[in-house]
Nanobody, 114 residues
């Protein structure tokens, strides 16, 4: 079973920064793509960023230039560095392994105040 543990969320003011981490187990981490999703109350879960096994990255237009996804294969961990945070970034953030969209961790709450 894939196990995902997200951490690093919190409450910040607009313009602030947070770094999220996701530790994965039960998977050969270096061989699979990883991604960050987020879900705000009353909204669909949306893709924020993804990173391939080789390190290629993609970002949603709403976060491009502000967020950076990275991975450390030695630690089985994917990160999301979030800068210049906006209130509309408020959501529960989840990581995903290998596009298994039925498998999620508990998520980590990010709240951005105006």
């Amino acid at each position: 079973q894939v196990q995902l543990v997200e951490s690093g969320g919190g409450l910040v003011q607009a313009g602030g920064s947070l770094r999220l981490s996701c530790a994965a187990s039960g998977v050969i981490f270096r061989l699979i793509p990883m991604a960050w999703y987020r879900q705000a109350p009353g909204k669909q879960r949306e893709l924020v960023a993804d990173i391939s096994r080789g390190g290629s990255t993609n970002y949603a237009d709403s976060v491009k230039g502000r967020f950076t996804i990275s991975r450390d294969n030695a630690k089985n961990t994917v990160y999301l560095q979030m800068n210049s945070l906006k209130p509309e970034d408020t959501a529960v953030y989840y990581c995903n392994a290998g596009e298994r969209l039925s498998d999620w961790g508990q998520g980590t709450q990010v709240t951005v105040s105006s």
